[in-house]
């Protein structure tokens, strides 16, 4: 069975075809929601700004990097944590049995 499939994706005024696994179709529909969605707020909130799409979508795609590059940055931050609590039970199961 193929568990591949294309979907359309509609971003700003530009329709997209994906080829995707069947298991992240929602996941891409969610993710191309949120887009539009901040887009829009972009446009409202910047409406007396003569820009077009593109401008707006450099200003998501930012955005959206930034936010990406934090949650990167906290994989890092856990993984220390992690690796703390792991070090921290080895000292303790060593101090029990000395």
Do not use: C, W
Not at 43 to 68: G, P, Q, R
Request: proline share 1%; no cysteine; charged share 40%.
């Amino acid at each position: 069975m193929n568990d591949k499939f294309t979907i359309r994706i509609k971003i700003a005024e530009s329709s997209h075809p994906l080829t995707i696994n069947r298991d992240q179709e929602e996941l891409y529909r969610k993710a191309a929601k949120l887009v539009n969605q901040r887009l829009a707020d972009y446009k409202e909130k910047y409406k007396n700004i003569d820009l077009d799409d593109n401008h707006f979508l450099s200003f998501v795609a930012l955005e959206f990097a930034v936010k990406y590059l934090k949650v990167d940055e906290n994989k890092g931050i856990d993984s220390l944590g992690e690796k703390i609590e792991e070090i921290t039970r080895d000292v303790e199961e060593f101090l029990k049995n000395k």
